[in-house]
């Protein structure tokens, strides 16, 4: 809570426990609680979260419009202070002192989704919300993407779940005395169905969408990206710039870097206009350890220069950790709280300090930094690279090829149009198990056959072992991540096959990409590398 300087309360001391409300301060409900009869509901849930006399049934319906304590005293009398710190002791509620009045230093924080800034920087940015005017860009909100995935039950229109989360990240930014700025983008759950989804949907193709997430970014979306970000830097005319670095595999996390990436490298003197700044992917850096220092020599080598800031947040924790509890459609907060917690303190300091990550940009970039270069899975990439330039020259030209997939494609007709192109004169034999099916109707082909087997492993075994053994053709698995040891166990049963083995089908085709083959097609404008892309000036 955005309490500690004007209420002189330290910044872990609970909101009820604060003598005077201010007059000034708006009452601002929660938005994914809902008033039903007596008792107060989240979202969907069946279960009544609390329940409300009828003095605090009457205040929440008063806020509907929200109000500041002041008026709320004149309106309700005496029982307005009291119900006030119950909705603010349950955490349906938040209190939004007035922002300052002076001018403020203008910092646009682009985020890939509603959530993202307050993850990584909320610390730094509750620390400097008095000297600062934060301006949160998200770009992608459009999305599906809530908590009930996990619980199995229904909730995936769009246009609601987009609105509860551009409500909460409202409310967060209030806390900040910034603006959120939605952008308007889909996210990636909707890039792979653009439609209001059901539960059924879901069920059958959640492997797919899980899948899709994890994908390496095409050019058409990044160009849209890209020309996003620019607009929305033209219009804002921030005098600082933070922008995540994109660590781990998530998809949109990889676009947002790219997209800052081809401004700067197309506008190098955008650093010496504003200040620019990347800062740490926060929970993804505690899963993938090794990602953030690669990142950061691929964007130097590519030429910029950076400068580490370790910033202590000790202080603001606890009123970060309350910022993140207010994105509650997203994730259990306890969870969340948790891995933030461990990122925090993976950046050294005292015991039970904490940090976040920042790196300020001396330089921009003056090439562009390669998706494989930026791509968390370089190293698996790279080990299929060094197999690939003799199995190339053995099947670039074959009558047809054998795919095993024993892990869903996750973009197939994306992918299968490369593949198709590639190898412009290969009939493609695909053999996946039957729950991941349903994407290969996305996208047909008379050059692509698809055989469905059982979904136990032991069909697609003794299917696997057919195809390796018995079978004169070139053959792709791809094994899933952590099993590629286990796919080249099977590759060497293969007499008569000529196997390659990749942990992903992205991975795959980055491979492809990245091949030293002289004798490449042109690649198809849809999976063409983000460093080949052309930034807009």
Avoid at 11 to 28: C, F, G, K, M, N
Avoid at 461 to 486: F, M, N, Q, Y
Wanted: net charge neutral; hydrophobic share 45%; proline share 6%.
């Amino acid at each position: 809570m955005n309490t500690a300087k004007s209420m002189n309360v330290t910044a872990a001391e609970p909101i009820s426990a604060i003598h005077a409300l201010p007059s000034d301060a708006v009452v601002v409900r929660r938005p994914h609680f809902q008033l039903r009869e007596d008792s107060l509901f989240f979202l969907i849930s069946r279960r009544p979260f609390a329940v409300l006399n009828h003095t605090e049934q009457k205040l929440w319906t008063v806020l509907e419009n929200e109000a500041a304590v002041g008026a709320l005293r004149a309106s309700l009398g005496d029982s307005a202070e009291k119900g006030i710190r119950r909705l603010l002791a349950l955490e349906v509620a938040e209190l939004v002192p007035p922002a300052p009045v002076e001018k403020r230093r203008r910092v646009m924080v682009i985020e890939p989704h509603m959530d993202d800034a307050a993850l990584s920087v909320g610390g730094r940015m509750l620390q400097q919300r008095a000297e600062c005017e934060f301006l949160i860009v998200t770009m992608a909100t459009r999305s599906v993407a809530n908590s009930y995935r996990a619980l199995d039950r229904e909730f995936f229109d769009i246009e609601t779940v987009s609105g509860i989360r551009k409500d909460e990240s409202e409310v967060v930014a209030r806390l900040l005395w910034g603006r959120h700025i939605p952008l308007g983008l889909a996210d990636a759950t909707l890039r792979y169905n653009p439609q209001n989804w059901t539960l059924d949907w879901y069920r059958r193709h959640e492997p797919m969408v899980y899948m899709a997430l994890q994908h390496a970014p095409g050019a058409d979306e990044l160009e849209q990206w890209t020309s996003t970000v620019a607009k929305a830097i033209s219009d804002l005319q921030p005098e600082e710039i933070w922008m995540p670095l994109g660590v781990g595999v998530h998809t949109d996390h990889q676009l947002t870097r790219h997209a800052c990436l081809n401004i700067l490298q197309a506008d190098p003197k955008l650093v010496e206009r504003c200040v620019c700044r990347f800062f740490q992917d926060v929970p993804y850096a505690a899963d993938y350890l090794a990602h953030t220092a690669a990142l950061v020599k691929a964007v130097e080598e590519a030429g910029a220069r950076l400068e580490e800031e370790h910033v202590d947040i000790t202080a603001v924790m606890p009123e970060k950790m309350h910022l993140l509890s207010i994105y509650a459609s997203q994730w259990k907060t306890e969870v969340i709280q948790r891995r933030v917690q461990a990122c925090a303190r993976a950046h050294g300091g005292p015991p039970e300090s904490y940090r976040e990550l920042l790196y300020r940009l001396a330089a921009a970039p003056t090439k562009q930094v390669d998706v494989l270069a930026g791509s968390a899975m370089k190293e698996s990439v790279c080990r299929v690279v060094q197999d690939l330039a003799p199995w190339l020259r053995r099947n670039r030209s074959a009558p047809g090829i054998i795919l095993l997939l024993t892990v869903p494609v996750g973009r197939w007709a994306e992918d299968m149009r490369f593949l198709l192109d590639y190898f412009p004169r290969a009939h493609f034999e695909v053999h996946m198990q039957a729950k991941f099916a349903e994407e290969a109707e996305m996208f047909r082909s008379p050059r692509v056959s698809v055989q469905v087997r059982g979904n136990r492993w032991r069909f697609l075994l003794c299917d696997a072992l057919w195809t390796t053994v018995a079978r004169r053709r070139p053959l792709v698995i791809i094994s899933g991540r952590h099993r590629e040891e286990k796919g080249w166990r099977l590759a060497r049963l293969g007499l008569l096959s000529d196997p390659v083995v990749a942990s992903t089908m992205t991975n795959f085709i980055l491979a492809l990409q990245n091949s030293p083959n002289d004798n490449k097609p042109d690649k198809p404008s849809s999976v063409r590398s983000p460093g080949r892309s052309s930034p807009p000036r």
